[in-house]
Nanobody
Framework: QVELVESGGGLVQPGGSLRVSCAAS????????MAWFRQAPGKEREFVSA????????YYASSVEGRFTISRDNAKNTVSLQMNSLKPEDTAVYYC????????????????WGRGTQVTVSS
């Protein structure tokens, strides 16, 4: 069992930066691939980024490639998403998710979810 709690959301101006983090409980965190998804009002939850259990592999949606960076610290049971050059279209609730072993781009493949943190990009 893994419990996930996101933090760090907020309001930022276009072009600004924000870092969201996810704290995980459980002693087997290092055996889970971790991912960030986001969901804007009226839209389906979409993949943002994922990182392998070791941190050796990272994956990004084309819409955030080059602007967002995912990282994890297995000693602290945390995963973070550094978001730079934010755009209004990045506005959404950002969810942290965990999946045993391999990552996936499909939100339906993830068993464990946090409650989400709101990110709003607006002037």
């Amino acid at each position: 069992q893994v419990e996930l709690v996101e933090s760090g959301g907020g309001l930022v101006q276009p072009g600004g930066s924000l870092r969201v983090s996810c704290a995980a409980s459980g002693r087997t965190f290092s055996s889970y691939a971790m991912a960030w998804f986001r969901q804007a009002p009226g839209k389906e939850r979409e993949f943002v980024s994922a990182i392998t259990w070791s941190g050796g592999g990272t994956y990004y949606a084309s819409s955030v490639e080059g602007r967002f960076t995912i990282s994890r610290d297995n000693a602290k049971n945390t995963v973070s998403l550094q978001m730079n050059s934010l755009k209004p279209e990045d506005t959404a609730v950002y969810y942290c998710a965990a999946r045993r072993l391999d990552h996936s781009y499909n939100f339906r493949d993830y068993r464990f979810w946090g409650r989400g943190t709101q990110v709003t990009v607006s002037s």
